[in-house]
């Protein structure tokens, strides 16, 4: 069952409030999304007026027959429609309807033997307890709009415009391309270990970026961004031949770890992707199975025949494919029996919980016994306790990430923490004979 018509403004307005001011007594998330059609007046002026509304009228209808039960949207102006979505568990739901919207509106519209198209732009609030007015989820969500249309970007969080302010960094994608010329990134590493041995298997690469004026730039802000102009797609490939290049730089006697690098959904659709990948692999003489890409679970379902298509013919030459994010997107069971994967990475927003939420605890031991039954190995991110590692290694969970192994650390910091005598993080092993991970004497 889907939501039926559209709220007046009054009465979204009125839902809004009582959904942040439920928020603010429970914590129950939610988030504000504004819709605005790009260049709407041009389309009234070629095409009129009656064929405008129309359009207004199927993109509210299309919106309505994807909404889950529960959610609500309203026109709040000429060319903006506002959606609440309520009952929010994890953050990737936001993307991922934010993702199903776009994919909606992008089909044509056929009305009086006219076919159009339309463009749209997105700003995203979600709950903030800082905020305690409705008005400012509002106008948070309208800036995020405003500057996702500026930036030529489909959707853009309110968190990551804020953190940037592309009001006075109007040339954001220009600065992009000089931190890339100039040497402003930086990659750290995240140690992944065998969760029942404490063994260091490898680390994921993590892109920073030095940015001489505005000093560490958040990859929350720029990121985004950098998706939405198409430059992510030499941001991702300067991460991959920087991290392959680095590995070599690893102690001598780690020749078998791996290094792990992200890859969004517009990089897993470029065409050379598979030649580009084994391109550096061999420029840097890396072996094929010590690199993992990982891509999160919404990359995987935005596109599944070609994703997978890919996928396998990287899969097929060795390369590890690692799906992030896991259990935070409206997968469906059906697709595993072919899934080009290697490993399941369990979300941290599961793994933080499962000592406190029989919920989150239940989904964990789902996802490992999925995975142990197609054969693929499970990463648990977001270990920040003893207690939490040694809840994994019950549940049968293979390796670990997260802040009680190792912080993101730089490249120096990083090789330090691996030469660092080999210690376990299991409870079973002596205090005396095991430096703890968060002792001050390991470089993390």
């Known amino acids: 069952m889907t939501v039926s018509k559209l709220l007046t403004r009054t009465q979204f307005f ?11 007594n429970t914590r129950q998330e939610f988030a504000l999304i504004l819709i605005g059609i790009n260049r709407f007046k041009k389309i009234n002026l070629l095409y009129g007026f009656e064929v405008g509304d129309q359009i207004l009228d199927q993109m509210s209808e299309r919106i309505i027959d994807i ?11 000429n060319s903006e429609f506002a959606i609440l979505l309520k009952q929010i568990k994890h953050a990737g739901q936001v993307i991922l309807a934010t993702n199903k919207i776009i994919s909606v509106l992008s089909e044509p519209f056929n009305i009086a033997n006219e076919t159009v198209r339309i463009k749209v732009s997105i700003g995203i609030c979600s709950a903030q307890a800082s905020i305690t007015r409705s008005d400012d989820y509002i106008h948070r969500a309208e800036v995020a709009l405003e500057l996702a249309k500026k930036s030529n970007a489909e959707y853009l969080l309110y968190s990551d415009a804020l953190d940037l302010d592309l009001n006075r960094q109007p040339d954001i994608e220009n600065k ?19 969760l029942k041995s404490g063994t260091p298997i490898g680390a994921e690469a993590l892109i920073r970026w030095n940015h001489p004026l505005l000093g560490q730039v958040s990859p929350n802000a ?53 030649e580009r990948v084994e391109s550096a692999l061999k420029i840097w003489g890396i072996d094929y199975t010590r690199l993992t890409i990982e891509i999160t679970e919404s990359t995987l379902l935005s596109d599944p025949t070609k994703t997978f298509e890919i996928l396998k013919k990287l899969k097929n030459l ?60 499970v990463v648990a991110e977001g270990i920040e306790d003893q207690a939490t590692y040694d809840a994994l290694v019950k549940l049968d969970c293979d390796i670990g990430q ?23 993080f299991t409870k079973n092993v002596n205090s005396n004979d095991a430096e703890h991970p968060n002792s001050p004497n390991r470089d993390t």
Not at 186 to 192: A, I, T
Not at 405 to 418: A, E, H, Q, T, Y
């Open 14 to 24: 009125h839902q809004l409030k009582e959904t942040s001011q439920l928020y603010q």
């Open 67 to 77: 909404l889950p039960e529960g959610n609500v949207i309203a026109k709040i102006n």
């Open 176 to 194: 992009i391309n000089i931190a890339l010329e100039e040497g402003e990134f930086e990659l750290y590493y995240q140690p992944k270990v065998d």
């Open 222 to 274: 720029f990121i985004p961004i950098a998706e939405q102009t198409g430059q992510i797609i030499p941001i991702t490939f300067w991460t991959l031949n920087t991290a392959l290049r680095q590995l070599s730089e690893w102690p001598e006697f780690e020749t078998m770890l791996n290094v792990a690098v992200n890859f969004s959904a517009i990089a897993t659709k470029d065409e050379d992707l598979v």
């Open 318 to 377: 060795g390369i590890k494919i690692s799906i992030d994010d896991f259990g935070t997107g409206y997968s469906s069971l059906s697709y595993f029996k072919n899934i080009p994967a290697t490993e399941l990475k369990i979300d941290q927003s599961f793994v933080s919980k499962v000592l406190s939420s029989p919920t989150d605890l239940q989904i964990t031991k789902t996802i490992i016994a999925i995975a142990k039954e197609f054969e693929l190995k």
């Open 402 to 424: 997260g802040y009680f192994i190792g912080r993101p650390m730089p490249l120096d910091k990083f090789v330090n923490w691996l030469k660092t005598p080999r210690f376990s």
